[in-house]
């Protein structure tokens, strides 16, 4: 359990955005911005296959990465998954990839309409991985304002421990700040939602 106080870094794998090298898009000053002001150490990888893609998933939930126990997806996105280059990689196959490997861990899809899908999908991926949250967008978003919402998002994580307790407290305030992002259409399901109803 990572306790509140202490830092909770970003693990980012950054799809190719565009086919043409010269265009130069990256996440990377918003994660420098997330640095110079949490302050919130990161990790950030482009990627462009799906071998590069598992290459990384492996070292990310390897000990020495403890301390980066967000693993930060930016890439163009589709119903289900992620693109990566010409590559695809489904929400199910990542789920079977890194099955019971996420423990105390939050995946964050910042791609479009990824999580446009049946919430019994991301409850199945929550219960495999052993992750405690799984968040991002059901259709497709404007690149400023998911932006935005994320800085708030990022910074809030940081004020709650990642736990069972933690993560219903990070959810309620992102589900907050997502009042005033309803075009997002953000979603975020935790392990709090696996739990059966009280009685």
């Known amino acids: 359990m990572r306790k509140k106080g202490q830092s909770k ?7 190719l955005w565009s086919q043409d ?9 918003f994660l420098d911005l997330l640095n110079l002001n949490a302050p919130l150490e990161y990790i950030h990888l482009d990627c462009a296959t799906a071998q590069e ?6 070292k990310w939930v390897q000990k020495r990465y403890d301390r980066f126990p967000i693993l930060y997806l930016a890439s163009h996105g589709y119903a289900s998954g992620v693109e990566l280059g010409k590559d695809r990689y489904s ?16 995946i964050m899809f910042s791609a479009c309409s990824t999580l446009g899908i049946d919430k019994r999908i991301l409850k199945t991926f929550l219960r495999r991985t052993d992750a405690l ?6 259709t497709d978003v404007n ?11 990022f910074s809030h994580i940081q004020k709650n421990e990642f736990s069972g307790r933690g993560i219903e407290a990070i959810a309620a305030e992102a589900n907050a700040i997502a009042k005033s992002f309803r075009e997002l259409e953000f979603v975020m399901v935790t392990v709090k939602d696996l739990e059966p109803p009280a009685s």
């Open 143 to 153: 690149w400023m304002h998911s932006t935005a919402f994320e800085l708030l998002v």
């Open 133 to 138: 949250a799984v968040c991002g967008y059901r």
């Open 21 to 29: 090298l010269r265009i130069s898009s990256s996440v990377v000053p």
């Open 53 to 58: 893609f598992e290459f990384y998933l492996l």
């Open 9 to 15: 870094g970003i693990f980012c794998i950054e799809g």
């Open 91 to 106: 929400i199910e196959d990542l789920g079977t990839f890194l099955e019971g490997k996420c423990a105390n861990r939050l």
